[in-house]
């Protein structure tokens, strides 16, 4: 499926987009009506149908906005309005990984790192591709020719979380203009960010204060010097003076003050060394949230169903993963039919095989297979899975129905449908279609390249 597609961005009153031409007009009135989080507008007008995006990259009410919009001709996404969602967010969550458009700064806060959109041109090409490529394999089937207008003039409001929510083809009936409500749910990238922001806030007012005692304990040893001037002048004038009993009195009398001078001083220290002792405190709280950020790639993360009470079996088919960002598989559970070797290999999209791993297991039980030094490596795009025996060996499969699809389809790493090792190169052999799985309690975590 074919489409035209603009980038815009807008801080404050200024707006900018690439490529310019009349749709400016009503994509800065989109950008500025982002309230929180990111939102979905539908705009009609004639035979061409934009799907419109915006997000805040900040939580500020002031922050900018980044968009996408994507221009089809007498067509629209026909899916549910979630999925429509799930498209662009994985295209605004591998924008911010890849530093390119977005990136987070030592304040934790989300910046642009161009001037003009126009800087971009290869950039936003490769982000269309992007789309282009995910459009084709995930959502080849999900679109409809739009039906015969007759506006009312209006503009549709709609909340994702009400119950019943009327398909979009019959909204584009009646409306020329609809509003998704605003996703509040932030990215881990923002989630990061806010805390390294709050803990950058914390050290800069430690040191403030840190400064101002430091300041007040110079004032304080200059007010002690000049009090001792004071007290030798007073000496001399006592010496002077020998007869006058009152000079006796204002001596003690400063002198009690000298003491009391010497104890504040003395505090001034002790709250200086506490103060000091926090603000390397608070370092090492940033040192170590910046390295947990870091650790995030070692984390974990589960795929898929985690068994099945089907027996039946064959090794005919191949089951496909698609990976939006590098993981790298950890391990993952199989239910061979017989008891003998077998071999289970991963391979891309291109036949070509990337790991393998040999492992034998009794038939009927479950074989939970380590891959984590194997090489199981997925960069970006599709990947497929499938077993190999001499003896003739086969898997156990399950079959998931819609609502399991969809919890398996979404994150880094997503599983996307099986089909048969025959007709794995057809156009259509990566989407869902008679979905089974052979493959259990995938665990994978992100990868950074070491």
Request: with cysteine.
């Amino acid at each position: 499926m074919l489409f035209n597609f603009y980038v815009f961005t807008c801080a404050g009153e200024k707006f900018d987009m690439y490529p310019i031409d009349r749709c400016k007009e009503f994509l800065s009135v989109y950008a500025q009506e982002t309230s929180t989080g990111s939102a979905i507008r539908i705009h009609r007008h004639q035979d061409l149908c934009y799907h419109i995006y915006t997000r805040k990259i900040q939580k500020t009410a002031d922050a900018p906005v980044i968009g996408f919009a994507l221009v089809f001709n007498n067509a629209y996404c026909k899916d549910d309005y979630s999925r429509i969602f799930h498209l662009f967010e994985d295209i605004y969550s591998w924008m911010a990984t890849w530093k390119r458009f977005i990136q987070l700064d030592n304040n934790g806060r989300l910046n642009f790192t161009f001037q003009k959109l126009s800087e971009k041109q290869t950039e936003i090409s490769q982000i269309k591709q992007r789309l282009q490529d995910t459009i084709d394999q995930a959502f080849s089937k999900s679109f409809a020719t739009l039906p015969a207008p007759t506006y009312n003039g209006n503009i549709y409001h709609l909340n994702l979380l009400e119950n019943t929510v009327q398909p979009l083809g019959t909204l584009l009936q009646y409306y020329d203009k609809i509003r998704i409500t605003d996703n509040p749910i932030p990215t881990e990238l923002e989630v990061a960010g806010e805390l390294l922001r709050l803990k950058t806030e914390e050290y800069k007012k430690l040191t403030e204060a840190y400064k101002q005692l430091q300041k007040e304990k110079t004032q304080q040893t200059r007010a002690a010097w000049l009090l001792f001037l004071l007290i030798i002048c007073l000496i001399g004038g006592g010496i002077l003076w020998q007869r006058n009993k009152r000079n006796s009195g204002e001596i003690q009398s400063l002198n009690s003050t000298l003491v009391q001078r010497d104890s504040i001083i003395a505090k001034r220290r002790e709250t200086i060394g506490v103060l000091r002792d926090s603000v390397q405190g608070c370092l090492q709280s940033i040192e170590h949230l910046r390295s947990s950020l870091t650790s995030m790639t070692n984390i974990n993360f589960p795929l898929g169903a985690p068994s099945t009470d089907n027996t039946s079996s064959d090794n005919s088919y191949i089951m496909w993963l698609y990976a939006n960002n590098p993981v790298k598989l950890q391990s993952f559970k199989v239910r061979p039919a017989n008891s003998n070797s077998f071999t289970l290999s991963l391979y891309n999209s291109s036949d070509e095989l990337i790991a393998s791993s040999s492992v034998s297991a009794s038939g009927g039980s479950w074989l939970t297979v380590d891959v984590s030094s194997a090489g199981w490596i997925l960069q970006s795009g599709y990947y497929y899975i499938r077993i190999s025996s001499p003896n003739g060996n086969s898997l156990c499969w399950h079959s998931s129905n819609d609502e399991e699809f969809r919890r398996y389809s979404r994150g880094p790493l997503r599983i996307t449908g099986c089909c048969s090792y025959d007709s794995r190169n057809n156009s259509d052999a990566k989407s869902k279609h008679g979905y089974y799985q052979y493959f259990y309690d995938i665990r994978y975590s992100l990868y950074a390249g070491n």
